[in-house]
């Protein structure tokens, strides 16, 4: 919690990055509704590098929703801190010429968990409980840094060819404190928001424990517990029903696991993990479990 702590502090002066100059665009690495993302060569380093440069007016009306005196720390000063290996590494942050934050971060090579899941590629379907499990990794330690994600779904989300998890966005988080939980601030994205952040309720982790339930079901049925939303009103309406039972739709689920991601999805905060590291504790009980399991198959004469 101390580089939390020194975010609070006064900040350092930004130094002013002509991007254009430094970076050789290589090609688009895919942009999000507030930022613009090229593949890029880095100059200075020499080394192929994720080049990130944020919209400024959507940043600074997402940012605006934060009262000043609450020193909102920005996606780059949050980034930078994180140093996790299922977390991709951002390397630098500043100011660009035009007065647009930017992030210069580790290049990974792989696809995002959204293509997976909607190809239903064989890394999927082969490594699902591996991924499952580093993500989880990923936010646990998050978590314990003091941070709430509030954008947790699979669009954020990389997986090498070698199925390694990398978290990749930022944009949306807050420090897990008093003033960042109170009621109000309804961001994210709506299939994935928990119920008491659309209802405008007092939110913690476990807003971002509901997120990675549904992606969990989604990695194992292609479908989310409820029927899709376009408008944060209609996801209001169907988060009151109870979700899909996810044995129902993908038949053969191991019970274990199946219980994990169900205990996840409860719409009462209080009825879900309480911790990112009680979920993670039972998947990979799980999945010594299941390890055991094929052991002893392997090893029965035929």
């Known amino acids: 919690m101390d580089f939390l702590k020194k975010l609070f502090q006064k900040k350092p002066k930004v130094v002013i990055t002509d991007v254009e100059k430094r970076f050789q665009k290589i090609g688009q690495a895919g942009n999000g509704s507030m930022s613009k993302v090229w593949r890029a060569h880095d100059s200075v380093s020499g080394r192929e590098v994720v080049l990130k440069v944020l919209d400024k007016v959507r940043t600074k009306k997402l940012e605006a929703r934060f009262a000043p005196q609450l020193n909102k720390p920005t996606e780059g000063e949050v980034a930078v801190q994180l140093k996790h290996p299922n977390i991709v590494n951002t390397l630098e942050h500043g100011i660009t010429t035009n007065d647009e934050q930017f992030l210069v971060m580790e290049y990974v090579e792989g696809e ?48 090498s060819k070698e199925a390694e998890v990398k978290l990749i966005d930022f944009g949306l988080v807050v420090p897990n404190t008093p003033p960042f939980q109170a009621p109000g601030n309804r961001t994210g994205t709506a299939n994935y928001m928990a119920p008491e952040l659309i209802k405008r309720q007092k939110t913690d982790q476990r807003i971002d424990i509901f997120s990675f339930a549904v992606t969990c079901f989604e990695m194992f049925t292609k479908e989310l517990p409820w029927d899709t939303g376009e408008t944060l009103e209609s996801v209001l309406h169907h988060i009151n029903q109870p979700p899909r039972d996810i044995r129902e739709r993908c038949k053969g689920i191991d019970e274990e696991v199946a219980a994990t991601i169900m205990k996840g999805l409860e719409k009462d905060p209080n009825d879900r993990w309480q911790s990112m590291a009680e979920m993670l504790l039972s998947l990979k009980k799980t999945r010594e479990r299941l390890h055991r399991q094929a052991k002893r198959r392997k090893a029965k004469p035929e």
Request: aromatic share 8%.
């Open 112 to 159: 995002s968990l959204s293509f997976l899941i909607d190809m239903q590629h064989e890394l999927l379907r082969k490594n699902r409980l591996g991924i499952i499990i580093q993500l989880a990794q990923a936010i646990d330690y998050f978590h314990k840094a003091g941070w709430i994600h509030r954008d947790l779904c699979p669009r954020n989300v990389m997986v």
